[in-house]
């Protein structure tokens, strides 16, 4: 009897599990980039400034690129005049024109959704990473909360967008690095093998 409830019990947690993932191209090399702009969420509209501000907050743990100011993007997406869809999504495209502006090299879009029935709650956040001269998605992740246990929407949001923050810190630390090798010495070096 035991051995069938703990088998209900992992089936059950197996069928609860969320995907999750986190991909990084691994041939691409970043060209002299120095700054990041992070552009506002898109999704569940009570949640995207909290993500937007909390992406922002954990990626001055870095000190390879410097962060454009929120408002100076907020100023360029006005300036360009981008205008959002009903879930405030922002194209490739735009994210492209609007680092252009206010001269970024890499853009980092977020979309933030939640989920709450009444007796489970979730948030899901996805980041793109995209640089800013090709449009090339350079790093992908996305993260559901991971909380076993929350009190709200709101803190299952900055959860996932934590989980996801990580993964942009590590792959931008991994891309710094790649960017200080000067890049006619990283293709000798590549033609050499």
Not at 102 to 128: D, M, P, Q, R, W
Not at 129 to 155: C, F, R
């Amino acid at each position: 009897m035991k051995k069938i409830l703990v088998v209900l019990l992992c089936l059950g947690l197996v069928g609860c599990a969320n995907p999750s993932y986190f991909r990084r191209n691994s041939k691409f090399i970043p060209n002299n980039w120095s700054k990041i702009a992070v552009l506002p969420f898109s999704g569940d509209m009570r949640f995207t400034q909290v993500a937007t501000d909390t992406l922002n907050l954990h990626l001055l743990e870095q000190d390879d690129f410097v962060l454009v100011e929120p408002s100076t993007i907020q100023f360029a997406i006005t300036k360009i005049g981008v205008k959002n869809d009903v879930n405030n999504a922002i194209t490739i495209l735009e994210a492209q024109k609007i680092g252009e502006s206010v001269n970024a090299e890499v853009v980092l879009l977020g979309n933030i959704t939640s989920y709450n029935n009444g007796l489970t709650l979730n948030a899901f956040a996805t980041v793109k990473m995209i640089d800013t001269k090709t449009g090339q998605i350079v790093s992908v992740s996305h993260k559901p909360s991971g909380l076993l246990m929350g009190w709200s929407e709101h803190q299952a949001a900055v959860a996932a967008v934590r989980r996801t923050a990580k993964d942009m810190l590590k792959a931008l630390r991994e891309l710094a690095n790649l960017n200080k090798i000067p890049q006619h010495t990283k293709e000798s070096s590549d033609s050499d093998t």
